[in-house]
């Protein structure tokens, strides 16, 4: 197997501390277990804001006993040996190369074992960057953790797309005056990855995804949703979206309130917290101002726009911005 991004070498070492050190420097802090001194650890790596990708291998037997991410899912995809691993909800899996991989979700601790020929290239993503990117494909904010099963086959069409655009990606990102420095070329193909692992993953999404969800689901309601999020910068009322439901005003109220929980207005409003949401987190801070995007979605009352903000996303749109 070759060794992706050789020109971006973030340790070289037969030293298990040293090894521990850089991957946790690079990815997350964890306990390294394996034979002292005697590996061939090597660990290639290029980060930007939202998305890392790295190639890494032990040469040697090792145990990762690693916390939960937080902030970051981690997406291990096995291109040579295999790897044993647990999690804290008490799941297993083996990843056999280039047929399994894993995913590390924010919230559970992880324990894998490398066979001593593993290889693996590896993708750390924010929580924010694909839990936006998912709203945007879906048409509906985000604000829980993309549940991923443990597992991530490989071997479908969907796991060999997501495999070769990761591949693609590292080796583009190799080459001198390529997408690393084109940033909106290089955020293309990171969204293009970020897609195939949406879709090659199982998760609580991915009816939403694969637009199974809408008919069971929302039923009338679908054209009403597709509309909004289609003119969530426009002026919407409870009358406009009746008409677009073809029913009552009373009947739309009554709808959105067994299907969705809540009232059409309520719906739009989180629709547009989440495009701002998604416009902060691609935003320049030293370009952009809060109040500038509250304004293009329709949020004319600061303080109100800042508190509702909050209540969805657990922080402040300022924060949003400079994360």
């Not at 059409?264 to 495009?275: D, N, T």
């Not at 952009?288 to 979605?297: E, G, K």
Request: charged share 25%; glycine share 6%; aromatic share 8%.
């Amino acid at each position: 197997m070759r060794e992706y991004l050789a020109g971006d070498v973030v340790m070289s070492t037969r030293s298990l501390e040293e090894a521990r050190e850089a991957v946790t420097r690079v990815y997350l802090p964890h306990d390294l277990l394996g034979p002292q001194d005697a590996m061939d650890m090597r660990l290639n790596a290029t980060s930007d804001r939202y998305l890392t990708v790295g190639y890494l291998t032990y040469q040697a037997e090792t145990e990762l006993r690693m916390p939960a991410a937080e902030q970051w899912y981690h997406i291990n995809l096995q291109l040579t040996g295999s790897t044993w691993a647990s999690r804290s909800g008490g799941e297993r899996e083996h990843t056999p190369a280039q047929h399994r991989g894993l995913i590390l979700n924010p919230e559970q601790a992880n324990t894998v074992r490398w066979s001593a020929d593993a290889e693996q290239l590896i993708l750390k993503v924010s929580r924010s960057s694909l839990e936006s990117h998912l709203s945007d494909l879906i048409g509906r904010p985000v604000t829980e953790i993309v549940d991923f099963d443990f597992g991530l086959d490989l071997s479908t069409s969907s796991g060999q797309s997501l495999l070769r655009s990761v591949e693609f990606l590292a080796t583009e990102l190799e080459k001198p005056g390529g997408v690393r420095d084109m940033p909106l070329a290089r955020s293309q193909l990171e969204a293009y990855v970020l897609t195939n692992l949406l879709h090659a993953g199982r998760h609580q999404y991915s009816d939403a995804l694969s637009g199974r969800e809408d008919s069971a689901r929302l039923g009338r309601l679908a054209p009403v949703v597709r509309y909004i999020d289609e003119h969530a910068d426009a002026e919407l009322t409870p009358e406009l979206l009746a008409r677009v439901a073809c029913v009552s005003v009373r009947t739309l109220h009554a709808a959105f309130q067994e299907q969705l929980g809540e009232s059409p207005m309520a719906y739009v409003r989180r629709i547009r917290l989440g495009k701002v949401r998604t416009d902060l987190l691609r935003a320049d801070p030293q370009r952009t101002r809060v109040t500038d995007v509250a304004l293009r979605w329709g949020f004319f009352h600061q303080s109100r726009f800042a508190q509702q903000y909050r209540e969805q996303f657990n922080e402040l749109p300022s924060v949003t911005l400079q994360s």
